[in-house]
């Protein structure tokens, strides 16, 4: 398996993921000016398979932070009245927290971890006109629970005054998402999940509605004003200084996905998904996620089986140089995940899974 180094530790977390020597490559790029021609013919050379991938006509910004930058921006650009965090697992019970911290009125829509979002829930809160905004982690990373969005956004399009605003950091590009199609509002994404880059790049839509709604909010910001992001978007620039490299990156990943094919490219994680579902089945481990809402990006394995996972992941590192995850937040060591995204292959996820069962304690 190709690595940047000799001492490389191969990375089947569920981000930051592998990034191909090819893209390392293509990121080395000699330096340009961010507010000068050749990043305008950069930035519109990349947009339009940026608007195939997020299934919308309309302006997909670039961000120089994590996502969370952009998910924040979202709750100061867009909640007026209140806001409904769907909570589920680590992430999107942060986002929770975050709209408070940010001095906005919001609730929680809780459910346990390892549990999905069900738009009966979402339709039974907005019922009572107390909600503006709706944030919804598509898949959350955290349990592997894959929640039904295009069910959830038929159930906020009921409501014209709600917005719904939609984490996809460990689905984009791994499932299809139709922005206009279903009525997202706002769809970010970043860099370092199946995108198969280094982190510090979002990426996000906003619909026409959103920024009409930011027009009357008067406290957005500034670094995350998502009118400022229209407004140098109609140049083709950014706000700020923009991440360069990242983006050359970009637009090399771009030309990869739309090579393989957008469809064989959802296919292809499909199948690599369900090998590693295959393992789990054939070494006597459970889902953490129910079925039907299990992620396509990345696996949430129930330690069962009760074995040592700390230990587990330090031999497989030692020897096969290469790392799993051991759980996150409440659920560490009582789950484990391991991710099947970005430019991984049959070949190297059966390589993992070779290694991985080598190391397994008994």
Same mark, same amino acid.
């Given at each position: ?208 509605? +959103?920024?009409?709604?930011? #027009?009357?909010? /008067?406290?957005? &910001? @500034?670094?995350?004003?998502? !009118?400022?992001?229209?407004? %140098? ?47 789990? +089945?054939?070494?006597?481990? #459970?889902?953490? /996620?129910?079925? &039907? @809402?299990?992620?396509?990006? !990345?696996?949430?394995?129930? %330690? ?59």
């Amino acid at each position: 398996m190709p690595t940047p180094d000799d001492d490389h530790v191969r990375l089947y977390i569920p981000g930051p993921i592998e990034v191909s020597p090819d893209t390392y490559q293509a990121m080395s790029h000699g330096m340009i000016g961010h507010r000068g021609g050749e990043f305008v013919s950069l930035y519109e050379e990349v947009h339009p398979k940026l608007q195939q991938l997020f299934g919308t006509a309309g302006p997909v910004f670039l961000s120089t932070s994590s996502a969370w930058g952009v998910m924040e921006g979202a709750v100061r650009n867009l909640v007026a009245k209140k806001v409904l965090n769907c909570c589920c697992g680590a992430f999107s019970d942060k986002w929770y927290d975050v709209s408070l911290r940010c001095g906005k009125a919001a609730d929680q829509l809780q459910v346990e971890w390892g549990e999905p979002i069900l738009p009966e829930a979402v339709d039974a809160r907005l019922a009572t006109g107390e909600y503006d905004t709706v944030t919804l982690v598509h898949n959350e990373t955290s349990t592997g629970v894959m929640n039904p969005l295009a069910d959830i956004a038929a159930v906020v399009r009921k409501y014209p005054d709600v917005l719904l605003v939609v984490d996809t950091v460990s689905s984009f590009s791994t499932v299809p998402i139709a922005v206009d199609e279903l009525g997202i509002d706002v769809l970010l994404t970043g860099s370092q999940k199946a995108l198969a880059l280094p982190p510090g790049l979002a990426l996000f839509s906003v619909s026409e509605r +959103a920024l009409a709604r930011a #027009e009357a909010i /008067a406290d957005r &910001g @500034y670094y995350f004003d998502f !009118l400022e992001f229209k407004k %140098n978007w109609e140049k083709m620039m950014t706000p700020s200084t923009p991440c360069i490299s990242l983006i050359y990156g970009l637009r090399h990943q771009l030309d990869k996905i739309f090579a393989e094919g957008i469809e064989a490219r959802y296919a292809r994680h499909e199948a690599l998904n369900r090998m590693v579902h295959d393992w789990v +089945a054939t070494h006597g481990f #459970e889902h953490f /996620a129910p079925e &039907g @809402y299990r992620s396509k990006s !990345l696996t949430c394995v129930a %330690n069962n089986r009760e074995v040592d996972v700390s230990a587990w992941i330090k031999a497989m590192r030692e020897k096969h140089r290469l790392v799993i995850n051991g759980g996150y937040g409440k659920v560490k060591g009582v789950t484990f995940r391991i991710s099947n995204m970005g430019d991984e292959t049959e070949e190297r996820i059966a390589a993992m899974l070779e290694a991985i069962t080598d190391t397994l304690p008994a």
